[in-house]
């Protein structure tokens, strides 16, 4: 993702040591970036032409046998057979006392509390959830990481047995064809009804691969859709596709119903190659294991936009929790947790957290737990768009001011002119050099868009003044400190 300061950095480091060691590239290097309009496919399959090509040259196909023509369907990664087994009722398996959870065996949490922390008068829907973990004590650490996993809406799930013309309660085994497919933890050696394959394990609302088209090509009873669906993987035909499908966010089951003739044709086998595994999501912790005793804690935006599509695209997960009363209610979550990417310091040295929007979750569970201080304090720095609308946490921030945290906030909307946390950097540039001075550690957490390289500019403006050094100079220091671990980032996409 080019987004991220570090971009393919392990590729490209493998890259050039494999030259040093006199390798010789047989094609470029390819980089793929999500970044792109096509996602990882817009570089991967151009790469992979160039590639194929390259080694046909230096290893020709023995004489006779031609290529395999791009029309031929190949078999399924997986095997979904139809067996008399009975099905396994629990969706997951009971986690005995003790064990810690994982993505293969995750922890039901009950669900106490879903409460919105914007008005309703405003746009971004933010929750605060609070789970119960009293019964599964977990051991967690201030900025660690959450993992939770949705199930699809049963509407979505309905409409695609109808489209498959299958029954919901057949019972199906998932198997691999060969060694190298690996079945989904919850799929191994179990039996599930086919409702419960796709509410649970089948990405039936994600945007669809390429390999979809190719797939959804061969299915198609209707020569126009098959000439129509071929032409989406022609290079030419990549802006047609950018266009009726990534630009306008469509997800799988909206492209079944622009190609009719596919319904009732789609082979059982190729579901799981169709659709792809229904990915965990992942939501920094908003609590403290000392200070929120017995419970876990997050703060979620919902996704909900609009495109040129009449229905505004929402997320799997956060449409349900959306759909959730906001009180205690019979819901578990299925999650896991697993270690941050933050390496914490102790309390004697200061630190400078920067999270704008929900970027101040890791913080609520890092400074919660921290002793204040009046000399050389903790520093937050927060950034949103209106104070009344969406200052999250605010009022906990300005209990925590009173007993030595310094709070700066950067409210973008509520003056003529708009002020982000990398302003407010700027303005208070003497403070944070004195903590920087002193040791201090930078944590940065938020959307990875331009935030991050905005926010790095500013503290290399505060080291070339504080320090009254050159630019050149105070953007060795901060490269020192992000060398050192006193500059850490966690951003997402």
Same mark, same amino acid.
């Given at each position: 993702?080019?987004?991220?300061?570090?971009?393919? +950095?392990?590729?490209? !480091?493998?890259?050039?040591?494999?030259?040093?060691?006199?390798?010789?590239?047989?094609?470029?290097?390819?980089?793929?970036?999500?970044?792109?309009?096509?996602?990882?496919?817009?570089?991967?399959?151009?790469?992979?032409?160039?590639?194929? &090509?390259?080694?046909?040259?230096?290893?020709?196909?023995?004489?006779? #046998?031609?290529?395999?023509?791009?029309?031929?369907?190949?078999?399924? !990664?997986?095997? $979904?057979?139809?067996?008399?087994?009975?099905?396994?009722?629990?969706?997951?398996?009971?986690?005995?006392?003790?064990?810690?959870?994982?993505?293969? #065996?995750?922890?039901?949490? /009950?669900?106490?509390?879903?409460?919105?922390?914007?008005?309703?008068?405003?746009?971004?829907?933010?929750?605060?959830?609070?789970?119960?973990?009293?019964?599964?004590?977990?051991?967690?650490? /201030?900025?660690?990481?959450?993992?939770?996993?949705?199930?699809?809406?049963?509407?979505?799930?309905?409409?695609?047995?109808?489209?498959?013309?299958?029954?919901?309660?057949?019972?199906?085994?998932?198997?691999?064809?060969?060694?190298?497919?690996?079945?989904?933890?919850?799929?191994?050696?179990?039996?599930?009804?086919?409702?419960?394959?796709? @509410?649970?394990?089948?990405?039936?609302?994600?945007?669809?691969?390429?390999?979809?088209?190719?797939?959804?090509?061969?299915?198609?009873?209707?020569?126009?859709?098959?000439?129509?669906?071929?032409?989406?993987?022609?290079?030419?035909?990549?802006?047609?596709?950018?266009?009726?499908?990534?630009?306008?966010?469509?997800?799988?089951?909206?492209?079944?119903?622009?190609?009719?003739?596919? !319904?009732?044709?789609?082979?059982?086998?190729?579901?799981?190659?169709?659709?792809?595994?229904?990915?965990?999501?992942?939501?920094?912790?908003?609590?403290?294991?000392?200070?929120?005793?017995?419970?876990?804690?997050?703060?979620?935006?919902?996704?909900?936009?609009?495109?040129?599509?009449?229905?505004?695209?929402?997320?799997?997960?956060?449409?349900?929790?959306?759909?959730?009363?906001?009180?205690?209610?019979?819901? &578990?979550?299925?999650?896991? $947790?697993?270690?941050?990417?933050?390496?914490?310091?102790?309390?004697?040295?200061?630190?400078?957290?920067?999270?704008?929007?929900?970027?101040?979750?890791?913080?609520?569970? $890092?400074?919660?737990?921290?002793?204040?201080?009046?000399?050389?304090?903790?520093?937050?720095?927060?950034?949103?768009?209106?104070?009344?609308?969406?200052?999250? +946490?605010? &009022?906990?921030?300005?209990?925590?001011?009173?007993?030595?945290?310094?709070?700066? @906030?950067?409210?973008?909307?509520?003056?003529?002119?708009?002020?982000?946390?990398?302003?407010?950097?700027?303005?208070?540039?003497?403070?944070?050099?004195?903590?920087?001075?002193?040791?201090?550690?930078?944590?940065?957490?938020?959307?990875?868009?331009?935030?991050? !390289?905005?926010?790095?500019?500013?503290?290399?403006?505060?080291?070339?003044?504080?320090?009254?050094?050159?630019?050149?100079?105070?953007? $060795?220091?901060? @490269?020192?400190?992000?060398?050192?671990?006193?500059? #850490?980032?966690?951003?997402?996409?």
């Amino acid at each position: 993702d080019t987004s991220y300061p570090k971009f393919n +950095f392990v590729a490209k !480091k493998l890259h050039k040591r494999l030259q040093q060691l006199g390798g010789t590239a047989i094609a470029e290097l390819g980089l793929a970036d999500d970044q792109h309009a096509l996602g990882v496919e817009g570089a991967l399959q151009p790469w992979l032409q160039q590639t194929l &090509s390259a080694v046909l040259k230096l290893h020709p196909l023995p004489q006779g #046998q031609l290529a395999m023509p791009p029309t031929t369907l190949l078999p399924s !990664k997986f095997c $979904i057979t139809k067996t008399d087994t009975q099905p396994q009722v629990e969706v997951w398996a009971d986690l005995s006392a003790g064990t810690p959870p994982t993505r293969g #065996q995750p922890y039901l949490a /009950p669900l106490l509390s879903n409460k919105r922390m914007t008005p309703e008068s405003h746009f971004q829907d933010v929750r605060h959830v609070v789970l119960d973990i009293r019964h599964h004590p977990m051991q967690y650490s /201030p900025g660690d990481v959450a993992y939770l996993q949705p199930v699809n809406q049963s509407q979505d799930v309905d409409f695609l047995l109808d489209w498959l013309s299958m029954d919901g309660n057949t019972t199906v085994a998932v198997t691999p064809r060969d060694v190298r497919s690996s079945v989904p933890v919850r799929l191994q050696q179990r039996a599930v009804t086919l409702r419960s394959l796709l @509410t649970h394990d089948l990405d039936i609302r994600g945007q669809p691969k390429r390999y979809f088209f190719e797939l959804l090509g061969h299915f198609a009873a209707s020569e126009h859709e098959v000439e129509r669906l071929r032409e989406f993987l022609t290079p030419e035909g990549q802006d047609e596709l950018i266009d009726y499908c990534y630009r306008m966010k469509r997800t799988c089951l909206e492209v079944l119903t622009d190609f009719p003739s596919t !319904k009732g044709q789609i082979q059982l086998d190729y579901l799981l190659d169709m659709f792809g595994s229904l990915k965990p999501r992942a939501f920094s912790i908003a609590s403290n294991p000392e200070v929120h005793e017995g419970r876990l804690e997050l703060c979620i935006a919902i996704v909900n936009y609009k495109t040129r599509m009449a229905v505004p695209r929402t997320g799997v997960l956060t449409s349900w929790l959306a759909s959730l009363p906001s009180t205690s209610c019979e819901v &578990s979550i299925p999650l896991w $947790i697993q270690n941050g990417t933050f390496k914490v310091p102790n309390d004697n040295i200061p630190l400078i957290c920067v999270g704008p929007g929900t970027g101040v979750a890791p913080f609520r569970s $890092i400074l919660m737990g921290r002793s204040p201080r009046t000399e050389l304090p903790d520093v937050l720095v927060f950034g949103n768009r209106n104070k009344d609308a969406d200052y999250l +946490f605010g &009022s906990e921030w300005e209990q925590r001011q009173a007993k030595g945290l310094r709070v700066l @906030t950067a409210f973008s909307r509520d003056q003529d002119h708009k002020v982000y946390v990398q302003h407010v950097i700027a303005e208070h540039a003497s403070m944070l050099w004195e903590l920087l001075s002193q040791g201090a550690v930078i944590l940065l957490a938020g959307n990875a868009n331009q935030m991050p !390289k905005q926010v790095r500019e500013a503290f290399v403006e505060v080291v070339k003044m504080g320090d009254n050094v050159s630019l050149r100079e105070a953007d $060795i220091y901060i @490269t020192h400190m992000e060398k050192t671990g006193r500059y #850490q980032v966690e951003t997402w996409s």
